[in-house]
């Protein structure tokens, strides 16, 4: 079975500090736009053309970032062996969400949030009586974790070997655009039918401890298992460029529709789609054009990347090696700005903006001071 190059893909990197800072970018726009999700800051004024720029993230960036894990995975793997591969897991995921969930959350939300009453108190209503852990945007980590345990299960009982069977379908989705649509269709009827019960913005508990938006879990659980095929046959050096710009064209357009489309009908869009669900034609309608956004960009941009930002100088380096810690700090960063900003009288798309320039590089910035700390670095290397 051939496993994908052992040279270090310096693209990927790259484009994971593009998705970090977006990230960045879309918690930074949480007060100031029409959002469906909760948020500790309120700005009464909101920014309308907000809405698609969090429609278009929310349709791909999350999903990029479980397909690049996915990729990443099996060397992990074949490196340490199963047993050490999960001890690393645990410590560069399991304990930065500990110690960001029991110690560092628990008193911003006090800080920021809290009116009156002792901290202790907070901690009662907040976190004992309904006995939840808050992880914020670190859900993440805890089903990179929980993914990491089902593939060391699944490579222990044999599942790499099952493989080679998808040879015939390697193939197709190598060189044809026919398999692509075929997962792009596959994609949207599965998430349809997922929203019937589970809208977007709406969280539960998988199996008591996976903090999950279904709404976009098929999209997430597929692209991983993608990445982990992908690694192993290569797909991101044999896919062409051509292809995969075609790609990119198609994702682009579907997300400047997106923002067409909202910023002329934004009402009746934002209350009849963004927000719903059920068993409703609109509910479709949306569900296919973020599986266009969620391919179209996700394939896309793994092919531009890989084609025009292959290298690394000395700048992008530091923001490579800083980008996972970038991701554990920002919302603290982010949400400290948007609360000194809280009575500034700024246009809401300014506040955004100002959030967002200056909270990309105090994020890169802290991260290089913290990352100088021994067990910092040892933990998040």
């Known amino acids: 079975m051939g496993n994908a190059s052992a040279t270090r893909f310096i693209f990927i990197d790259n484009l994971r500090v593009f998705l970090t800072m977006l990230v960045v970018a879309h918690h930074a726009a949480q007060p100031y736009g029409p959002t469906g999700g909760a948020w500790p800051m309120f700005n009464p004024e909101r920014a309308a053309v907000l809405g698609p720029f969090f429609a278009v993230n929310a349709a791909f960036f999350m999903g990029l970032f479980f397909f690049i894990s996915g990729y990443l995975l099996p060397a992990a793997y074949d490196r340490k062996g199963p047993w050490q591969f999960l001890i690393a897991r645990f410590q560069r995921l399991g304990l930065p969400l ?3 969930s029991l110690v560092v959350f628990p008193w911003v939300l006090y800080h920021l949030t809290a009116r009156s009453g ?3 108190a907070f901690i009662g209503q907040a976190y004992v009586r309904p006995l939840t852990l808050e992880v914020a945007h670190l859900w993440f980590l805890v089903h990179l974790l ?3 345990v089902c593939y060391t299960l699944w490579r222990q009982v044999g599942g790499e070997r099952k493989l080679p069977v998808t040879l015939s379908f390697r193939r197709l989705c190598v060189s044809r655009h026919g398999a692509i649509i075929t997962y ?3 994609l949207t009827v599965v998430t349809f039918i997922v929203r019937i019960n589970y809208p977007i913005d709406r969280w539960v508990q998988l199996f008591g401890c996976l ?3 279904v709404a976009h879990l098929p999209q997430y659980l597929s692209l991983f298992i993608m990445g982990i095929v992908a690694y192993r046959y290569n797909w991101l050096r044999q896919i062409s460029r051509a292809q995969g710009f075609i790609w990119l064209k198609i994702g682009l357009g579907a997300a400047l529709l997106r923002y067409a489309y909202s910023l002329g009908r934004e009402r009746l869009f934002l209350a009849d789609v963004l927000a719903g ?3 409703d034609w609109r509910s479709l309608v949306w ?9 179209g960009l996700c394939l896309g941009l793994l092919i531009l990347f890989r084609e025009k930002v292959d290298f690394q100088g000395k700048f992008m380096k530091i923001l490579s090696n800083n980008g996972y810690a970038v991701y554990l700090i920002h919302i603290l960063i982010v949400l400290y700005l948007q609360f000194a900003m809280a009575d500034l009288s700024m246009a809401p798309l300014a506040k955004f903006g100002l959030v967002t320039l200056l909270g990309i590089p105090l994020c890169f910035g802290c991260s290089i001071l913290l990352r100088r700390l021994p067990f910092v670095r040892w933990v998040i290397s």
């Open 146 to 148: 929980f993914y990491a």
């Open 211 to 213: 903090p999950t938006e």
């Open 118 to 120: 002792s901290f202790w």
């Open 277 to 279: 669900g059920g068993w």
């Open 287 to 295: 569900s296919g054009w973020e599986a266009t956004i969620c391919v």
């Open 98 to 100: 500990l110690f960001f």
């Open 184 to 186: 792009l269709f596959s």
